[in-house]
């Protein structure tokens, strides 16, 4: 039998191929390669997705979270909140701006923010609060805005992993000031390479970030900023789209993925099952469970086990993340010792990422649970 891969994109392209190869191909013939009509398009098509009156696309989803500091001239002196329990970019882009990441910790149940905790993290200093819809799982964005507001804070959403996901109806996104995306390929839009995009509802903004794409110019040849060279190449915008006007439907094949894990996996003791954030509706990025350890052994070893055993079976897991950034070599500057963020510091240590995307069948997701349910019984 083979192996279940966590992520498999040949399916996708088996399904839509023909479509894709023909838009890359027309991008080939038009001799426009960079910027020009196709890319225009389809700034226009994700803002009317995500709900807002500007996109303006990128080179990655790491480059959009920097264009967004940057269009706010956040830097040196400025402190950015954020989770550590995410991909390195979000922080990494805070560090890259000369700005200091703040840390706060997570709530265990839907693995984003803490929102309980965040005023308390609010300083004279803070710039922005940078939430992370991790896992495609919304934030509370309703009380997050409400917070951010009280302290005049910009609000830079990564929706990097959260294409679709919706807070009370609307799409993450559309909420905070900025949204940032990436269509890295194995994102819920991904394309086929790196690309990114920002949406937000203010013209002027949009114009500032166009500039600093574009080597901090607004007329070629004259430059008013040091910017960066990021565009989204109209290879790509051509193939995001094509893909474009399937994401509801992938994103409801994800949704009763993870409804049927949840069915499937109910009665199962050792393992704690995701929590979409009420009043949220997820993207399923990525369907992560908790696997607890019996008590007296060590927690990440145990999951680890666990995860080793799944893989004999055939079914391929992943753990995003296993060590929280605050605790990364390259934040030990910041003093952040261990146990300063217990929340993040447990689920790094339980957290097993199963098969996840819109083409797994039935069958393969009860050979993950039987698989699961042998590894837990062997593990004890
Ligand atoms: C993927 C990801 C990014 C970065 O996107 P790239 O397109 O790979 O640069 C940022 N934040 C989160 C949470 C991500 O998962």
């Not at 991008?27 to 009317?48: K, R, W």
Request: glycine residues 8%; charged residues 15%.
């Amino acid at each position: 039998m083979s192996n279940i891969p966590p992520l498999d994109l040949k399916r996708q392209y088996q399904a839509i191929g023909a479509d894709v190869s023909a838009a890359v191909l027309e991008v080939l013939a038009s001799g426009a390669y960079i910027g020009g009509p196709i890319v225009q398009n389809f700034e226009q098509q994700f803002a009317t997705y995500v709900g807002t009156t500007a996109c303006v696309g990128c080179n990655s989803g790491t480059d959009a979270l920097y264009l967004a500091l940057r269009a706010m001239n956040i830097g040196a002196g400025d402190e950015v909140i954020t989770t550590p329990f995410t991909f390195i970019a979000t922080a990494e882009t805070i560090s890259g701006v000369g700005a200091k990441p703040v840390f706060v910790d997570i709530d265990l149940a839907t693995f984003n923010l803490d929102l309980s905790q965040l005023a308390a993290a609010i300083t004279p200093r803070t710039k922005a609060i940078m939430p992370v819809h991790l896992f495609g799982n919304p934030v509370d964005m309703t009380e997050l805005m409400s917070i951010a507001t009280q302290h005049h804070l910009t609000v830079i959403e990564d929706c990097a992993q959260a294409t679709g996901a919706k807070w009370q109806g609307k799409p993450v996104g559309s909420i905070g000031h900025f949204g940032c995306f990436s269509f890295f390929p194995t994102k819920n839009l991904g394309a086929c390479g790196d690309g990114g995009a920002i949406t937000l509802n203010d013209a002027r903004l949009a114009a500032d970030l166009q500039m600093f794409r574009e080597h901090g110019s607004r007329q070629r040849y004259y430059h008013e900023a040091i910017g960066v060279n990021s565009r989204l190449d109209a290879i790509q915008a051509a193939i995001l789209r094509v893909k474009l006007p399937h994401l509801d439907l992938w994103n409801q094949q994800r949704s009763a993925v993870a409804t049927r894990y949840q069915q499937l996996l109910a009665n199962i003791p050792g393992i704690i099952t995701p929590q979409v954030t009420s009043g949220g509706e997820s993207a399923w990025n990525q369907y992560t469970i908790r696997v607890v350890a019996p008590t007296g052994t060590d927690a990440a070893a145990h999951r680890d086990r666990v995860r080793a055993s799944l893989q004999e079976a055939g079914v391929i897991s992943m753990i995003y993340y296993p060590l929280p950034l605050h605790l990364q070599a390259v934040y030990q500057d910041l003093g952040y010792p261990v146990g300063s963020f217990p929340n993040t510091e447990r689920v790094s240590h339980e957290v097993l990422s199963l098969p996840m995307f819109p083409e797994l069948t039935f069958e393969e997701q009860q050979r993950v649970v039987y698989a699961l349910k042998d590894a837990i019984d062997t593990c004890r």
